[in-house]
Structure formats: structure tokens, C-alpha cells
């Protein structure tokens, strides 16, 4: 937070972690079916300009994941 407070940094650009992860292993399952993969999976991504950032931290926070698909 130093940086956006001393200016340095106006905004970020979030990758959603947890939709990569996934699209990782429901490709290791399509790979292990001999299913065909498609060359690129998009990932949407946020910009958050700095005076959000600590608010969307918070939120960002929240997310929890407690299951997985059976």
C-alpha cells in the first residue's frame, strides 16, 4: 500500500487465480479422456485503480472455497 500512497502505483490488473487453477485440472481430466484441449483459455481479468484496491481487497477476501465437485 506504500506505493499507492505515495503515488507510485495508480492501479493493478487482477488475475482470477482460482478460474485458472480450475481450467487446469478440467483440462488434466479432458487430456486424461484423450479429449481435444483448445489452444487458449481466456481468464478474465479486473483493473482496479488505487483508490479501490483496499476495498476490493476486502471483498477479494471473502472468497472462500469449502467444496469440490464430486
Known amino acids: 500500500m506504500k506505493g499507492v500512497d505515495d503515488g507510485r502505483i495508480t492501479a493493478i490488473v487482477d488475475q482470477d487465480a482460482y478460474q ?4 487446469v485440472i478440467e483440462d488434466l481430466v479432458k487430456a486424461s479422456k484423450g479429449e481435444k484441449l483448445d489452444k487458449t483459455i481466456p481468464i478474465d481479468v479486473k483493473y482496479v ?6 476495498a476490493y481487497g476486502v471483498e477479494k477476501s471473502k472468497i472462500k472455497t469449502t467444496e469440490t465437485d464430486k
Not at 485458472?20 to 481450467?23: E, F
Not at 485503480?49 to 483496499?54: E, T
Open 20 to 23: 485458472i487453477g480450475y481450467q
Open 49 to 54: 485503480k488505487a483508490a479501490d484496491l483496499k
